[in-house]
């Protein structure tokens, strides 16, 4: 079976080179075995979009040569098929409502892995869906293991790292957790490969893929660029990719991933094509963030 990969970026600013590098990995990891890459923008949290980012980001991909397979698939145009995921849960008893404010739970629970681990307090009160709140996942003590291609075997305890975690949001979004899984599952993934600020949201994805019957794709969690210990993004002013020097980034994001760098001219589309023939996921850093020096 020939495996289908994703770039999902969330249009939150123009491509940057730490976006870039998820770009160029997702795509040599599908392209390399003759599969599909998709684009998908993750604009679910839609107060955090920035009108014209996506255009750009569209651009910067054309611009640097990696293309993508069938139509773009937006997250806010698929909120029904959110709602119906949301619905099958709901029916079984998996989420319960929670109307706890975000002060309660800071001031009631514990730190976990990714923030505060919610106490549970609303678990069995069985507040209707009228009650103003979040919709939370019921989690259990079983630990879920997975081995990540690039990092090696992962295993989280749900209920003691995270606690029952938000699938919809007070505010009415869905959350990325849930919109994932769904997304993936309905393009068919089989290949996540994406930054390693998300593997420990992984387990949280994989138990939304056991209560919702879909299949659990392979993950390869690639370092995170970093300069000076800080994750490249928006925030940190990461300069945009300047699609007149298309060769050099493609260049230097090869190089981040320990790829063989080709001697092949000045044509972004020929590089990535000489690259997938030696693409080799093995060669890829096997930690979780690279650190780059100022320029
Ligand atoms: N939208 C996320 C980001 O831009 C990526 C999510 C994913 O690949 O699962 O960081």
Partial sequence: ??????????PTGPLHF??????????????????????????????????????EIFRALDSLGLHWD??????TARTARYEEALA??????????????????????????????????????????????AER???DEEPIEFEDRLQGPQSQQLARDVGDFVVKRRDGLFAYQLAVVVDDADLGVTDVVRGADLLDSTPRQIALQRALGFPTPRYLHIPV??????????????PAIDASLATKWIARALA????????????????????????????????????LPRD
């Fill in 1 to 10: 079976m020939k495996p289908i990969g994703r770039f999902s970026p969330s």
């Fill in 18 to 55: 730490g976006s870039l590098v998820a770009a160029v990995a997702s795509w040599l990891d599908a392209r390399a075995a003759g599969g599909q890459w998709h684009l998908r923008i993750e604009d679910v949290d839609a107060t955090r979009t920035v009108p014209g980012a996506e255009d």
């Fill in 70 to 75: 069938g139509p773009i698939v937006r997250q």
């Fill in 88 to 133: 099958s849960l709901r029916d079984r008893g998996l989420v319960y409502r929670c109307r706890c404010s975000r002060k309660e739970i800071a001031d009631s629970g514990t730190h976990g892995i990714d923030g505060i681990v919610y106490p549970g307090t609303c678990r069995e009160l069985a507040l209707g869906i009228d009650v103003a709140g």
């Fill in 137 to 139: 996942l019921r989690v």
């Fill in 225 to 238: 660029v970093t300069v000076g210990g800080e994750k490249l993004s928006k925030q940190t002013l990461a």
């Fill in 256 to 291: 981040f991933l320990g790829q063989e760098v080709p001697d092949d001219g000045e044509n972004p589309a020929r590089l990535l094509d000489a690259a997938v023939h030696r693409y080799d996921a093995t060669r890829i850093p096997r930690t979780r963030a690279v650190d």
